[in-house]
């Protein structure tokens, strides 16, 4: 059974600074990747930033490129969210997720899902 548990998330002000993790068990795919999803009140959820399960090439939506960072600690079987340079507009329920799809920037591509974790940026 594959399990993805986010935390870290929080409040802070704009132009702050949060890192989000996402604790990853089971047996998850070896190929594909480990993605951050985000779903902000009465929007649609939208990919935020990616990994690959094989490698550490990195993958971003235009809107967080340059100020999100995705990594991973293998030894510990977690993701993590840098986000820098946070703007009110960053709020939202951001979620983990995993694809046997390297690539993939679709909810509906992805397999597994955790229960996210809120991030709101105060103005």
């Known amino acids: 059974q594959v399990q993805l548990v986010e935390s870290g998330g929080g409040l802070v002000q704009a132009g702050g600074s949060l890192r989000l993790s996402c604790l990853y068990n089971g047996r998850l795919f070896d190929h594909g990747a480990l993605g951050w999803f985000r779903q902000a009140p009465g929007k649609e959820r939208e990919f935020v930033g990616a990994i690959a399960r094989s490698s550490d090439i990195t993958y971003y939506a235009d809107s967080v490129a340059g100020r999100f960072t995705v990594s991973r600690d293998r030894t510990k079987k977690t993701m993590f969210l840098r986000m820098n340079m946070l703007k009110p507009e960053d709020t939202a329920i951001y979620y983990c997720?995993?694809?046997?799809?390297?690539?993939?920037?679709?909810?509906?591509?992805?397999?597994?899902w955790g229960q996210g974790t809120q991030v709101t940026v105060g103005s």
């Open positions: 997720a995993a694809t046997q799809r390297f690539g993939a920037r679709v909810g509906a591509e992805y397999e597994y």
